[in-house]
Protein backbone atom coordinates (compact mmCIF):
# COMPACT_ATOMS: atom_id res chain seq x y z
CA UNK A 1 0.00 0.00 0.00
CA UNK A 2 1.50 3.11 -1.25
CA UNK A 3 1.45 5.85 2.05
CA UNK A 4 0.92 9.58 1.84
CA UNK A 5 3.11 11.13 -0.72
CA UNK A 6 3.69 14.75 -0.84
CA UNK A 7 5.95 17.02 -3.11
CA UNK A 8 7.85 18.62 -3.25
CA UNK A 9 10.46 17.68 -0.65
CA UNK A 10 11.95 21.00 -0.23
CA UNK A 11 10.50 24.38 -1.73
CA UNK A 12 12.41 27.56 -1.54
CA UNK A 13 10.96 30.73 -2.29
CA UNK A 14 10.78 34.75 -1.63
CA UNK A 15 8.67 37.17 0.40
CA UNK A 16 5.78 38.06 -1.42
CA UNK A 17 5.48 34.80 -3.72
CA UNK A 18 2.89 32.19 -3.55
CA UNK A 19 3.77 28.20 -2.72
CA UNK A 20 1.95 25.32 -3.42
CA UNK A 21 2.10 22.02 -2.31
CA UNK A 22 0.66 18.92 -2.73
CA UNK A 23 -0.41 15.82 -1.39
CA UNK A 24 -2.06 12.73 -2.41
CA UNK A 25 -3.75 10.22 0.15
CA UNK A 26 -3.41 6.57 0.89
CA UNK A 27 -6.12 4.99 -1.76
CA UNK A 28 -9.64 4.88 -0.10
CA UNK A 29 -9.11 7.57 2.47
CA UNK A 30 -11.55 10.94 1.60
CA UNK A 31 -10.45 12.93 4.54
CA UNK A 32 -6.67 15.24 3.76
CA UNK A 33 -5.53 17.30 6.34
CA UNK A 34 -2.47 20.14 6.32
CA UNK A 35 -0.25 20.86 9.10
CA UNK A 36 2.16 23.20 9.57
CA UNK A 37 5.18 22.26 12.06
CA UNK A 38 7.57 25.42 12.71
CA UNK A 39 10.46 25.08 14.95
CA UNK A 40 8.96 24.99 18.76
CA UNK A 41 6.15 25.51 17.88
CA UNK A 42 4.59 21.55 17.09
CA UNK A 43 2.28 20.66 14.83
CA UNK A 44 -0.53 23.46 14.43
CA UNK A 45 -4.29 22.21 12.56
CA UNK A 46 -4.31 24.19 9.21
CA UNK A 47 -6.68 22.44 6.73
CA UNK A 48 -9.35 19.67 6.56
CA UNK A 49 -11.12 18.56 3.69
CA UNK A 50 -13.01 15.36 3.23
CA UNK A 51 -14.94 14.39 0.14
CA UNK A 52 -13.79 18.02 -1.51
CA UNK A 53 -15.17 19.82 0.91
CA UNK A 54 -13.18 22.06 3.87
CA UNK A 55 -14.63 21.02 7.24
CA UNK A 56 -12.47 22.47 9.47
CA UNK A 57 -9.29 25.53 9.61
CA UNK A 58 -7.21 26.16 11.93
CA UNK A 59 -6.00 29.97 13.30
CA UNK A 60 -4.38 31.21 10.32
CA UNK A 61 -4.69 33.87 8.03
CA UNK A 62 -6.95 33.29 4.61
CA UNK A 63 -3.92 33.52 2.25
CA UNK A 64 -3.34 29.87 3.87
CA UNK A 65 -6.05 28.31 1.45
CA UNK A 66 -6.11 25.07 -0.13
CA UNK A 67 -9.03 22.46 -2.01
CA UNK A 68 -9.24 18.93 -2.65
CA UNK A 69 -9.94 17.35 -6.15
CA UNK A 70 -12.29 14.66 -6.98
CA UNK A 71 -9.64 11.87 -6.76
CA UNK A 72 -9.14 13.36 -3.01
CA UNK A 73 -5.93 14.86 -3.70
CA UNK A 74 -5.07 17.85 -2.03
CA UNK A 75 -3.34 21.12 -2.67
CA UNK A 76 -2.02 23.72 -0.08
CA UNK A 77 -1.65 27.63 -1.23
CA UNK A 78 0.47 30.01 1.02
CA UNK A 79 -0.21 33.77 -0.56
CA UNK A 80 1.94 36.48 0.21
CA UNK A 81 4.82 34.67 1.74
CA UNK A 82 6.01 35.86 4.64
CA UNK A 83 9.26 34.94 6.54
CA UNK A 84 7.54 32.99 9.32
CA UNK A 85 5.99 30.86 7.07
CA UNK A 86 9.05 28.87 6.76
CA UNK A 87 8.32 25.38 7.96
CA UNK A 88 7.47 21.60 7.37
CA UNK A 89 3.96 21.08 6.09
CA UNK A 90 2.53 18.10 6.63
CA UNK A 91 0.01 16.22 4.81
CA UNK A 92 -2.47 13.09 6.79
CA UNK A 93 -5.10 11.06 5.18
CA UNK A 94 -7.48 9.06 6.59
CA UNK A 95 -10.48 6.96 6.35
CA UNK A 96 -13.79 9.16 7.17
CA UNK A 97 -14.81 8.91 10.95
CA UNK A 98 -13.16 9.91 14.07
CA UNK A 99 -11.43 7.10 15.09
CA UNK A 100 -9.60 6.52 11.68
CA UNK A 101 -5.90 7.51 12.39
CA UNK A 102 -4.30 9.87 10.27
CA UNK A 103 -1.58 8.63 8.38
CA UNK A 104 1.09 11.57 7.54
CA UNK A 105 3.93 12.21 4.79
CA UNK A 106 7.32 12.57 4.99
CA UNK A 107 6.27 16.38 4.36
CA UNK A 108 7.25 19.34 2.33
CA UNK A 109 10.07 21.78 3.68
CA UNK A 110 9.08 25.38 2.80
CA UNK A 111 11.73 27.98 2.98
CA UNK A 112 11.01 31.50 2.41
CA UNK A 113 13.73 34.04 2.26
CA UNK B 1 -11.83 24.75 23.06
CA UNK B 2 -9.33 21.06 23.58
CA UNK B 3 -5.78 21.40 24.49
CA UNK B 4 -2.73 18.81 24.42
CA UNK B 5 0.62 19.68 27.21
CA UNK B 6 3.48 17.54 27.14
CA UNK B 7 5.27 19.11 29.82
CA UNK B 8 9.10 17.98 29.50
CA UNK B 9 10.49 19.37 25.72
CA UNK B 10 13.23 17.16 26.18
CA UNK B 11 14.11 13.75 28.12
CA UNK B 12 17.50 11.77 27.96
CA UNK B 13 17.33 8.09 28.74
CA UNK B 14 20.12 5.55 29.02
CA UNK B 15 19.80 2.79 26.94
CA UNK B 16 17.76 -0.31 28.78
CA UNK B 17 16.43 2.16 31.19
CA UNK B 18 12.50 2.57 31.29
CA UNK B 19 10.91 5.77 29.51
CA UNK B 20 7.67 7.47 30.98
CA UNK B 21 6.49 11.01 28.36
CA UNK B 22 3.81 12.89 29.70
CA UNK B 23 0.76 14.04 28.48
CA UNK B 24 -2.09 15.97 30.09
CA UNK B 25 -5.12 17.24 27.79
CA UNK B 26 -8.05 19.78 28.57
CA UNK B 27 -11.26 18.51 27.14
CA UNK B 28 -14.91 18.13 28.29
CA UNK B 29 -16.16 15.11 26.75
CA UNK B 30 -14.50 11.64 26.36
CA UNK B 31 -11.20 12.39 24.07
CA UNK B 32 -10.15 9.88 21.93
CA UNK B 33 -5.90 9.99 22.32
CA UNK B 34 -2.88 9.51 20.31
CA UNK B 35 0.57 8.92 20.64
CA UNK B 36 2.73 9.74 17.11
CA UNK B 37 6.39 9.35 16.67
CA UNK B 38 8.58 11.05 14.24
CA UNK B 39 12.01 10.65 13.31
CA UNK B 40 14.47 13.08 11.93
CA UNK B 41 13.13 14.08 8.34
CA UNK B 42 10.18 12.07 8.36
CA UNK B 43 6.80 12.40 8.88
CA UNK B 44 4.86 11.37 12.17
CA UNK B 45 3.81 7.35 12.49
CA UNK B 46 1.24 6.71 15.00
CA UNK B 47 2.22 3.96 18.08
CA UNK B 48 -1.15 3.44 19.57
CA UNK B 49 -4.38 4.97 20.15
CA UNK B 50 -7.23 5.04 22.89
CA UNK B 51 -11.30 5.39 22.35
CA UNK B 52 -12.69 3.71 25.38
CA UNK B 53 -12.47 0.63 27.57
CA UNK B 54 -9.43 -0.91 28.78
CA UNK B 55 -7.54 2.21 30.10
CA UNK B 56 -3.92 0.34 28.99
CA UNK B 57 -3.68 0.11 25.73
CA UNK B 58 -0.80 -1.17 24.02
CA UNK B 59 0.90 -0.05 20.59
CA UNK B 60 3.63 -0.62 18.27
CA UNK B 61 7.03 -1.14 18.96
CA UNK B 62 6.75 -1.97 23.09
CA UNK B 63 5.16 1.40 24.02
CA UNK B 64 2.09 1.37 25.97
CA UNK B 65 -0.13 4.10 27.46
CA UNK B 66 -2.62 4.42 30.24
CA UNK B 67 -5.03 6.65 30.45
CA UNK B 68 -6.25 8.29 33.79
CA UNK B 69 -9.64 10.49 33.75
CA UNK B 70 -9.64 11.95 36.74
CA UNK B 71 -5.78 13.13 36.33
CA UNK B 72 -6.35 14.03 32.50
CA UNK B 73 -3.19 12.25 31.52
CA UNK B 74 -2.04 9.77 29.32
CA UNK B 75 1.04 9.09 29.72
CA UNK B 76 3.39 6.82 27.03
CA UNK B 77 5.84 4.56 28.98
CA UNK B 78 8.04 1.15 27.89
CA UNK B 79 9.99 -0.91 29.91
CA UNK B 80 13.51 -0.58 28.26
CA UNK B 81 14.20 1.74 25.58
CA UNK B 82 16.51 1.08 22.29
CA UNK B 83 18.97 3.48 20.55
CA UNK B 84 16.52 3.27 17.83
CA UNK B 85 13.68 4.71 19.82
CA UNK B 86 15.43 8.18 20.10
CA UNK B 87 13.07 10.53 18.21
CA UNK B 88 9.95 13.53 18.60
CA UNK B 89 7.08 12.12 20.39
CA UNK B 90 3.65 14.01 20.01
CA UNK B 91 0.67 13.51 22.09
CA UNK B 92 -2.45 14.40 20.41
CA UNK B 93 -6.56 14.62 21.01
CA UNK B 94 -9.96 14.52 19.07
CA UNK B 95 -13.27 13.31 19.87
CA UNK B 96 -16.19 12.05 18.21
CA UNK B 97 -17.73 14.78 16.64
CA UNK B 98 -14.30 14.34 14.33
CA UNK B 99 -12.55 17.58 15.31
CA UNK B 100 -9.06 17.51 13.71
CA UNK B 101 -6.34 16.43 15.74
CA UNK B 102 -4.78 18.94 18.08
CA UNK B 103 -1.27 17.56 19.33
CA UNK B 104 1.24 18.73 21.92
CA UNK B 105 4.41 20.46 21.23
CA UNK B 106 6.06 17.09 20.99
CA UNK B 107 8.51 15.75 23.59
CA UNK B 108 12.38 14.80 22.37
CA UNK B 109 13.93 11.73 23.24
CA UNK B 110 17.36 11.07 23.20
CA UNK B 111 19.04 7.91 24.24
CA UNK B 112 22.25 8.06 25.70
CA UNK B 113 25.19 4.74 25.57
Known amino acids: EAGVTQSPTHLIKTRGQQATLRCSPI?????VYWYQQALGLGLQFLLW???????NRGNFPPRFSGRQFPNYSSELNVNALELEDSALYLC????????????FGNGTRLTVT | AQSVTQPDIHITVSEGASLELRCNYS??????LFWYVQSPGQGLQLLLK??????LVQGIKGFEAEFKRSQSSFNLRKPSVHWSDAAEYFC???????????FGKGTTLSVSS
Open chain 2, 27 to 32: YGATPY
Open chain 2, 92 to 102: AVSDQAGTALI
Open chain 1, 49 to 55: YDEGEER
Open chain 1, 92 to 103: ASSLKGSRSPLH
Open chain 1, 27 to 31: SGHTS
Open chain 2, 50 to 55: YFSGDT
